[in-house]
Every structure is written in structure tokens, then in C-alpha cells.
């Protein structure tokens, strides 16, 4: 018969996790102010910027502007606080 | 995610590769119905077209048009579960299911808890008998880890430390140096797709103590205290910070074999210069371990012979963003001083000055770019007058500061190694006795 050994588990304890919601969408981006967020990879400012592009061609009605913040890998407060106070939405990107 | 409990609907691009650790890392942070949209990989080096291309085509992991996605995840109304997003207790338990060994050895490779070769099962006698190394309580809270800056930490006790030592075969005596390696804070598994890993360098008297090899095969697998304190400081840190899995909490895109245990002592005795926890200001009668993160290249030489001076400066303009960690045996240590280098000082300011490059080689580097280029856009020194430099213009790589030496070796040879590795900081053994 086998011998039953009694282990301990080898994880660290995970925080709680508080469940968020997402923000109200609006119907349409006609008339809305998106914030491109650079996030500061290599070649993510010339994705942002054809993005920017895509939407003057194809979505003239939505407003587009770039923004970076201070550092990669790091929140920046106030660049969030801007995007809040001044923007409709967000796209965040690109890595690698 | 902060922007849309700011009330602005986001959306995350990313590249195709990273779906499943974009997707863990919403769920970890309550909020699983995140909207993401994806593009291949990879973005980096491809030219305008290119981009654009990767914009007017399709997210590669839901098959639909890429533009269609990310207007969609704009405006598409929310429903209820994107509203009350997603709240759960991830703690873990102290024991695991009583079972036999051989279902237990196939349990934690199951789990991804171990480096894939054979463990020392943590039976409730084994971690006691650990825990009996340090005078610290069992549930007292060592420290806090995480894969990544962009994942949550993870909290551990002094008795989850202990189980990951027993895991890696490590005898109680070595017990209070991985304590104060988990104590660091700095993990062993990064999740970062340069796979990057740590080095540990262990100083003062728990060397002579625990028995650990600072001569001949110091960094190879030739002494049982550095190979487990080593493999300890692995395991704890994928165990105790969430996971190392590939795809998951691992990008590391060619792996490190440096990984599985990386772990030395500093040959002090043999020299000629001050042991690196007396550089970081702990006196030289303490015991002490300090940590190295990246471990991205290696180099290596013999000598000093004639022509070091070339060698080394090819060498140091070889790794553009991770400065150098210089392992030497005592033969190179005390050719150097015949050269003038009487202070490790004196070598590693000769390192800094003569890491050079041209401005539009240190500048072309995907993680000088990255990491970099934002604090010189920001006016933050000495990135900001390297980024000032004119293309052709030399540019110095590193500062005096980011440059380590350390002895060890045998005196076999007269090797060094140059490993691409950035200090991290310098723990009390003696602290977590």
C-alpha cells in the first residue's frame, strides 16, 4: 500500500481581487475626442501615428490625438488625468 | 484598466503573442472583460506600411478586421458582467490532498511548481526541520514579489520560503541566506522576453560557515550549498510570486539556462580588493548577499594579456543597455593590480570611461529605445546629453555606479566573465539568522 505523505503547498498568498467595472460606452465615436497612448515600445509611436492616420481617412468625425506618458512600464498620473478630463476614449498600445 | 475606472472607455492593443498574459493580467486585476484587440508579432523594426498593413488587416486571434474590434470595444454596450467586473480570494492553502510521492512529484509538475527535474517533496517534518535555521517565526512575512512590473504582487511567509527550500534540497544552515534572498524582493523569473534571470554573490563569514565554493568551479554545479541556495532562490521565485509558466507568466522568448541556479561566493581571501558588501557599505564581518538582474550576455577572456585593453572595450560596447558584472579569478584580479588597477574602483571607472559607442548605435537597441529614450526625452542625466550627441558622436554607455566586480575562481586559470547584469541591492544574512 502506498504511504500517504502529507506536503505543503509551495505558492505565496495572491492578493484579493476587487472585481472593476468597465466604463459606459457611448453609441458611436462621432464627434469624440480618442487619445492614441503611446506606450513608449520600439515603433509603438509610428503604429500610433497610423492609426491616427487610419481614423482621418476612414473616420474623419473622430477626433484623434497622441499622447505618451513619462516613462514606459510606469503609470503616469497626470497623463491619465489628461486622457480623463479631455478625452472620450482611449487605445493603448503596442508592444513589440 | 485605470482609465476605465475613470469612466473612459479603453481598449488594449497588443500583439498576438501576448494574448493569454494580456488576458491573465485582466482577470488577476478584476476586470477579465477588459477590452483588447490584437495585431501579429512583431511591431518592432517594421516600417510604416508595415503597420499599416497589421491596421487595415485582421486581429489574428479572433479572425475579424482589427479596426472592426477596436471600434467595437469603444462603443458596443456593456452588459452585466462587464459592469460588475470579476471579485475572488486567490489565498492558497497550507497543505495540499494527502497522496502517495510518486502522485505528488506528477501533482507539482502539473502545477508548473518546479524546474522540471526531480524535487524534494516539503513534508511537514522536512519544512520544520528548515525552519529551524532561522530564529524567525513561521508566519512572519518575509516579502513581496511579482513576475513583472505590470502584475500584482504576491505575499510570502518565512514558512513558504521554507517549503520552496526544502524543494530545492537545501539544508537548513543555508536556511537564512535564501531568507534574505526572497527578503530582496527582486525575482529570479522574470516574465521579461529578453529572458532575463538573477545572480546571487554571497560575502562574509556564512561562506566559510555553510561551506560554499568560491574556488574552482565557484559558478558551476560543484558545491551542494551555492547549486541549492541557488536553486532555492529559482524555485521560491516562481512559486511565491504567482508563477513562471510559458505564455502566462513567462515571455522569456529563448530561455536561460542560468535560470535554473545561480549562486556563488566571493573569494575574498584571495583578493586583492575590498569584497563587494564592504562596496555597498555593510562591514566586512557581516554576512550578506547581493543580487544581480539580467544575466542577458555573456563574455569572456584570459589575461590581462597585451592587448585587454582592446578586448575589454569590445566587450563592454557588446550589451547596449545592461551593464557589465565582472567575475574574475584571483590570477586576473592580481594581474590587473601589477597594471595599476589597485582598487576595484580604479578598473571599473577604466570600464565606464572606455564603454563607448556611437550615438546612433547606442540609440538603435530596442530596450535603450524602450526604457531609455523616454527619461532622455524627459531631461533626465546623462540620458539626455547622450540623446543631445550627434549620430557620429561617442557616447559614453555606462556610469562607474552601474559597474560590479567580483572575485572568485581557483587560480586554474587566468579567466574573467563578463555577464550583462544590473545591481539590484545587498541583504543581511546575518539579519534573517
Request: glycine share 8%; aromatic share 8%; charged share 20%.
Given at each position: 500500500m502506498t504511504e500517504l505523505l502529507t506536503v505543503h503547498d509551495p505558492r505565496g498568498y495572491p492578493p484579493s481581487v476587487?472585481?472593476?467595472?468597465?466604463?459606459?460606452?457611448?453609441?458611436?465615436?462621432?464627434?469624440?475626442?480618442?487619445?492614441?497612448?503611446?506606450?513608449?515600445?520600439d515603433n509603438s509611436e509610428n503604429f500610433m501615428r497610423e492609426l491616427a492616420d487610419w481614423f482621418g481617412k476612414n473616420l474623419p468625425s473622430v477626433r484623434t490625438r497622441l499622447i505618451q506618458p513619462r516613462q514606459s512600464w510606469v503609470d503616469d498620473a497626470d497623463m491619465r488625468a489628461k486622457v480623463a478630463r479631455e478625452g472620450d476614449g482611449a487605445i493603448l498600445g503596442v508592444g513589440l | 484598466m485605470l482609465l476605465e475606472e475613470a469612466g473612459i472607455p479603453s481598449v488594449a492593443v497588443h500583439t498576438d503573442v501576448f494574448a493569454g498574459v494580456a488576458r491573465a493580467t485582466a482577470t488577476a486585476?478584476?476586470?477579465?472583460?477588459?477590452?483588447q484587440a490584437f495585431v501579429p508579432q512583431p511591431v518592432v523594426d517594421l516600417s510604416r506600411a508595415e503597420l499599416r498593413a497589421y491596421i487595415e488587416g485582421n486581429d489574428p486571434t479572433s479572425?475579424?478586421?482589427?479596426?472592426?474590434?477596436?471600434?467595437?470595444?469603444?462603443?458596443?454596450?456593456?452588459d452585466a458582467d462587464d459592469l460588475t467586473g470579476l471579485s475572488f480570494d486567490r489565498s492558497t492553502p497550507r497543505l495540499l490532498t494527502p497522496d502517495g510521492e510518486a502522485n505528488l512529484q506528477r501533482l507539482f509538475i502539473e502545477n508548473h511548481w518546479t524546474d522540471y527535474l526531480p524535487?524534494?517533496?516539503?513534508?511537514?517534518?522536512?519544512?520544520?526541520?528548515?525552519?529551524?535555521g532561522t530564529s524567525h517565526p513561521p508566519d512572519e512575512i518575509v516579502g513581496r514579489m511579482r513576475p513583472t512590473s505590470f502584475r500584482e504582487f504576491w505575499e510570502y511567509t518565512v514558512e513558504k520560503v521554507a517549503v520552496n527550500a526544502v524543494m530545492a534540497g537545501a539544508r537548513p544552515e543555508y536556511f537564512p541566506v535564501i531568507l534574505a534572498l526572497a527578503a530582496s524582493g527582486s525575482t529570479a523569473k522574470s516574465s521579461s522576453t529578453t529572458s532575463m534571470t538573477n545572480m546571487a554573490?554571497?560575502?562574509?563569514?556564512?561562506?566559510?560557515?555553510?561551506?560554499?565554493?568560491?574556488?574552482?568551479?565557484?559558478?558551476?554545479?560543484?558545491?551542494?550549498a551555492n547549486v541549492t541556495i541557488g536553486r532555492a532562490y529559482a524555485l521560491l521565485s516562481q512559486n511565491l510570486q504567482g508563477g513562471s509558466v510559458p505564455g502566462e507568466t513567462y515571455m522569456g522568448t529563448l530561455g536561460n539556462g542560468l535560470a535554473y541556479s545561480a549562486c556563488f561566493a566571493e573569494n575574498e581571501e584571495k583578493s586583492p580588493w575590498e569584497p563587494l558588501h564592504v562596496e555597498k557599505g555593510l562591514p566586512a564581518g557581516e554576512s550578506a548577499v547581493s543580487v544581480f538582474f539580467g544575466l542577458r550576455y555573456v563574455h569572456e577572456g584570459y589575461g590581462p594579456r597585451e592587448t585587454w585593453q582592446e578586448k575589454m572595450r569590445r566587450c563592454l560596447s557588446s550589451?547596449?543597455?545592461?551593464?557589465?558584472?565582472?567575475?574574475?579569478?584571483?590570477?586576473?584580479?592580481?594581474?590587473?593590480v601589477e597594471r595599476g588597477m589597485t582598487t576595484k574602483e580604479r578598473l571599473i571607472d577604466w570600464c565606464a570611461a572606455n564603454a563607448r559607442l556611437p550615438a546612433r548605435e547606442y540609440w538603435d537597441d530596442q530596450w535603450v529605445q524602450t526604457l531609455l529614450r523616454p527619461l532622455a526625452v524627459a531631461g533626465v542625466e546623462p540620458y539626455a546629453s547622450r540623446l543631445k550627441a550627434a549620430p557620429d558622436e561617442i557616447v559614453q554607455m555606462f556610469e562607474p555606479k552601474e559597474i560590479n566586480l567580483v572575485v572568485a575562481g581557483g587560480g586554474a586559470q587566468g579567466a574573467w566573465k563578463m555577464f550583462g547584469a544590473r545591481y539590484e541591492r545587498t541583504i543581511s544574512i546575518d539579519a534573517w539568522r
Amino acid at each position: 500500500m502506498t504511504e500517504l505523505l502529507t506536503v505543503h503547498d509551495p505558492r505565496g498568498y495572491p492578493p484579493s481581487v476587487v472585481g472593476k467595472r468597465l466604463a459606459q460606452r457611448p453609441e458611436s465615436l462621432d464627434g469624440k475626442t480618442l487619445y492614441l497612448v503611446d506606450c513608449l515600445f520600439d515603433n509603438s509611436e509610428n503604429f500610433m501615428r497610423e492609426l491616427a492616420d487610419w481614423f482621418g481617412k476612414n473616420l474623419p468625425s473622430v477626433r484623434t490625438r497622441l499622447i505618451q506618458p513619462r516613462q514606459s512600464w510606469v503609470d503616469d498620473a497626470d497623463m491619465r488625468a489628461k486622457v480623463a478630463r479631455e478625452g472620450d476614449g482611449a487605445i493603448l498600445g503596442v508592444g513589440l | 484598466m485605470l482609465l476605465e475606472e475613470a469612466g473612459i472607455p479603453s481598449v488594449a492593443v497588443h500583439t498576438d503573442v501576448f494574448a493569454g498574459v494580456a488576458r491573465a493580467t485582466a482577470t488577476a486585476n478584476g476586470i477579465p472583460r477588459t477590452r483588447q484587440a490584437f495585431v501579429p508579432q512583431p511591431v518592432v523594426d517594421l516600417s510604416r506600411a508595415e503597420l499599416r498593413a497589421y491596421i487595415e488587416g485582421n486581429d489574428p486571434t479572433s479572425g475579424r478586421p482589427f479596426m472592426r474590434e477596436v471600434i467595437e470595444a469603444l462603443t458596443c454596450p456593456l452588459d452585466a458582467d462587464d459592469l460588475t467586473g470579476l471579485s475572488f480570494d486567490r489565498s492558497t492553502p497550507r497543505l495540499l490532498t494527502p497522496d502517495g510521492e510518486a502522485n505528488l512529484q506528477r501533482l507539482f509538475i502539473e502545477n508548473h511548481w518546479t524546474d522540471y527535474l526531480p524535487i524534494v517533496l516539503p513534508t511537514e517534518e522536512r519544512v520544520a526541520a528548515m525552519l529551524k535555521g532561522t530564529s524567525h517565526p513561521p508566519d512572519e512575512i518575509v516579502g513581496r514579489m511579482r513576475p513583472t512590473s505590470f502584475r500584482e504582487f504576491w505575499e510570502y511567509t518565512v514558512e513558504k520560503v521554507a517549503v520552496n527550500a526544502v524543494m530545492a534540497g537545501a539544508r537548513p544552515e543555508y536556511f537564512p541566506v535564501i531568507l534574505a534572498l526572497a527578503a530582496s524582493g527582486s525575482t529570479a523569473k522574470s516574465s521579461s522576453t529578453t529572458s532575463m534571470t538573477n545572480m546571487a554573490v554571497v560575502n562574509g563569514p556564512i561562506r566559510h560557515e555553510i561551506g560554499m565554493n568560491s574556488g574552482i568551479g565557484a559558478l558551476g554545479p560543484y558545491n551542494h550549498a551555492n547549486v541549492t541556495i541557488g536553486r532555492a532562490y529559482a524555485l521560491l521565485s516562481q512559486n511565491l510570486q504567482g508563477g513562471s509558466v510559458p505564455g502566462e507568466t513567462y515571455m522569456g522568448t529563448l530561455g536561460n539556462g542560468l535560470a535554473y541556479s545561480a549562486c556563488f561566493a566571493e573569494n575574498e581571501e584571495k583578493s586583492p580588493w575590498e569584497p563587494l558588501h564592504v562596496e555597498k557599505g555593510l562591514p566586512a564581518g557581516e554576512s550578506a548577499v547581493s543580487v544581480f538582474f539580467g544575466l542577458r550576455y555573456v563574455h569572456e577572456g584570459y589575461g590581462p594579456r597585451e592587448t585587454w585593453q582592446e578586448k575589454m572595450r569590445r566587450c563592454l560596447s557588446s550589451g547596449a543597455h545592461f551593464p557589465p558584472l565582472l567575475v574574475m579569478d584571483p590570477i586576473v584580479a592580481r594581474l590587473f593590480v601589477e597594471r595599476g588597477m589597485t582598487t576595484k574602483e580604479r578598473l571599473i571607472d577604466w570600464c565606464a570611461a572606455n564603454a563607448r559607442l556611437p550615438a546612433r548605435e547606442y540609440w538603435d537597441d530596442q530596450w535603450v529605445q524602450t526604457l531609455l529614450r523616454p527619461l532622455a526625452v524627459a531631461g533626465v542625466e546623462p540620458y539626455a546629453s547622450r540623446l543631445k550627441a550627434a549620430p557620429d558622436e561617442i557616447v559614453q554607455m555606462f556610469e562607474p555606479k552601474e559597474i560590479n566586480l567580483v572575485v572568485a575562481g581557483g587560480g586554474a586559470q587566468g579567466a574573467w566573465k563578463m555577464f550583462g547584469a544590473r545591481y539590484e541591492r545587498t541583504i543581511s544574512i546575518d539579519a534573517w539568522r
